[in-house]
Nanobody
Framework: QVPLVESGGGSVQPGQSLTLSCSVS????????MGWFRQAPGKEREGVAS???????VYAKSVKGRFTISLDNAKNTLYLQMNSLKPEDTAMYYC?????????????????????WGQGTQVTVSS
């Protein structure tokens, strides 16, 4: 099983943008659910955005309209485009995959539904 590897994190000022990437090789060959999660210091991990193999997407209320999740099947890469970043978006961001599962939309932002995780990439938003 190929590990999930995130990249694209960094430090930006409020209002700027970042795009996170996650290599998801092998996972796109069958049914799947994929998601981006984040964890800030002292806080629980929370779901940010998720997508499944029939392109259904779900976003957390805190990021809806600012973040976009997408999957490039040709590149086997999961993306999270983050616009209008705010200091409260500061966190470690993780990609996760539930292989061979199409998670119900009501549950697709729950981290316990995802068995496979990357190591994370840090996003810091500060002036």
């Amino acid at each position: 099983q190929v590990p999930l590897v995130e990249s694209g994190g960094g430090s930006v000022q409020p209002g700027q943008s970042l795009t996170l990437s996650c290599s998801v090789s092998e996972y796109t060959k069958s049914t799947y659910s994929m998601g981006w999660f984040r964890q800030a210091p002292g806080k629980e991990r929370e779901g940010v955005a998720s997508i499944d193999d029939i392109d259904r997407t779900v976003y957390a209320k805190s990021v809806k309209g600012r973040f976009t999740i997408s999957l490039d099947n040709a590149k086997n890469t999961l993306y999270l485009q983050m616009n209008s970043l705010k200091p409260e978006d500061t966190a470690m961001y993780y990609c996760a995959v539930a292989p061979r599962r199409r998670i119900a939309l009501a549950s697709i932002l729950r981290d316990r539904e995802f068995p496979d995780w990357g190591q994370g990439t840090q996003v810091t938003v500060s002036s």
